[in-house]
Each structure stands twice: as structure tokens, then as C-alpha cells.
């Protein structure tokens, strides 16, 4: 379901088309979206969770609203996809091109299915392996948080 409105309603997708690349957002009220943000250029490297006002993130170039898998998943109630959109604020997460990006992120936002209709499944691994997953950092107690046992 895409929709070319610039008007977002709390919890939806936004597809945002900076020069070289897609992104993805969710937005959450008064004009802000929660997104990861890669902190290197690396495959692998690390992301903070970022609340931005969509105009800071997308500038002038074109974006959309893309809540394309609501026919396939149903979509958490807004206030719960703005909840778990803004507990993470500030914190680090492990970030990775093939498993754990920015779609990863914003689709389990909203449908509590992380995942990436961009990359290919990757082979199972016998090795460990970090989650972008929220369930680390959502409902979890705060002295968890930052790292520290999860």
C-alpha cells in the first residue's frame, strides 16, 4: 500500500529517497519520525535510534508513505508503534546491510516482524549472531539497556 501523501498518520512507514539511496522511517507525532542511523560505512558496523522532525531527515528530496505489508501482517495499534518507536531513542544497536537495517527496524516497529523485502535470506549460521531485534531494548528494564546483558 503506498501512497504518495506527505500528510503521515502515528505509525506509518515512510519511504524517503535521499540522493543515492532509500531509506526507511516511522513516523510518530508532530512532524517527527524515530530511524536508525548507521554510526559507519562498514556492511557491519553500529546504529543509534534517532527522533528527527521528517523535514531535518528528508530535506526537499521526495518521500512517501509505504505501509506496503499490511495486507500481509497486520499492523500494531498506533500508540503501541509510537511506544516502541521511542523507547530505543538514543540507544546503540548492532547494524548490518544484510539482516539487520533500517527495514528490519521500522517493520518491526510497526508489525512486530523484523524484515527486509531488499536482502535475500542469509544462510543459517552455527555462529552467534546479534539482533537488531527490539525485543532487546523494548520492554526491557533500563539497567539492561546500554549494552549490558542483551
Not at 123 to 147: H, M, Y
Request: glycine residues 6%; aromatic residues 8%.
Amino acid at each position: 500500500m503506498v501512497q504518495a501523501n506527505p500528510r503521515p498518520s502515528r505509525g506509518d512507514l515512510i519511504e524517503t529517497f535521499p540522493t543515492g539511496f532509500q531509506s526507511l522511517v516511522v513516523y510518530v507525532r508532530y512532524g517527527y519520525v524515530v530511524h536508525v542511523a548507521p554510526l559507519g560505512k562498514d556492511r557491519f558496523c553500529k546504529a543509534v535510534v534517532k527522533k528527527e522532525l521528517l523535514y531535518d531527515v528528508v530535506g526537499r528530496d521526495k518521500y512517501q508513505i509505504n505501509n506496503k505489508h499490511d495486507d500481509k501482517y497486520s499492523p500494531l495499534p498506533p500508540s503501541k508503534i509510537v511506544q516502541r518507536a521511542e523507547e530505543p531513542v538514543g540507544q546503540e544497536l548492532p547494524y548490518s546491510l544484510p539482516c539487520e537495517n533500517r527495514e528490519h527496524f521500522v517493520n518491526e516497529l510497526r508489525y512486530g516482524v523484523a524484515r527486509s523485502d531488499r536482502v535475500r535470506p542469509q544462510p543459517v549460521s552455527s555462529a552467534p549472531r546479534t539482533s537488531l531485534s527490539l525485543n532487546r531494548l523494548v520492554g526491557l528494564p533500563l539497567s539492561r539497556r546500554n549494552g549490558r546483558g542483551w
